[in-house]
């Protein structure tokens, strides 16, 4: 599982009937330089299949591969992320991650949504 950030949705004018009940959105993965000194290395959007009501700004977390059709059951699913929880606050110590070119600096920061 890894936290990411929705950042946008993604609108269909047709969908596959399995995932009708829910939404495609995409997400901003949240590596720990992120979240610890605010890094603007994030990665590669993500499309993920939300039926959590996340919303923009959200901070989820996203199951990938196999695990993001597991929530389906036995039916095939085209999706390759699923929106597995929402984050309410996410409470870091920045000594566990030392940015590039120094050691850590202590700036803790708790996001709250």
């Known amino acids: ?13 047709r969908a596959a009937p399995e995932i009708k009940g829910g939404r495609l959105l995409i997400a901003l993965p949240l590596p720990a330089r992120a979240l610890a000194f605010g890094s603007p290395d994030r990665g590669e959007d993500v499309v993920l ?7 923009l700004g959200s901070i989820v977390g996203l199951s990938e591969g196999r695990e993001a059709a597991n929530p389906f059951g036995k039916t095939k699913t085209p999706v390759d992320a699923y ?5 309410d606050a996410i409470d870091v110590d920045p000594d566990l991650t030392e940015p ?14």
Not at 83 to 87: F, K, P, R, S
Not at 101 to 108: D, I, L, S, V
């Open 83 to 87: 929106c597995a929880c929402l984050l």
């Open 49 to 55: 299949y939300d039926d959590l009501g996340a919303g």
């Open 100 to 113: 590039a070119g120094g050691p850590a600096q202590h700036t803790n920061r708790m996001r709250n949504r």
């Open 1 to 13: 599982m890894r936290l990411a950030e929705i950042v946008g949705k993604v609108t269909l004018s």
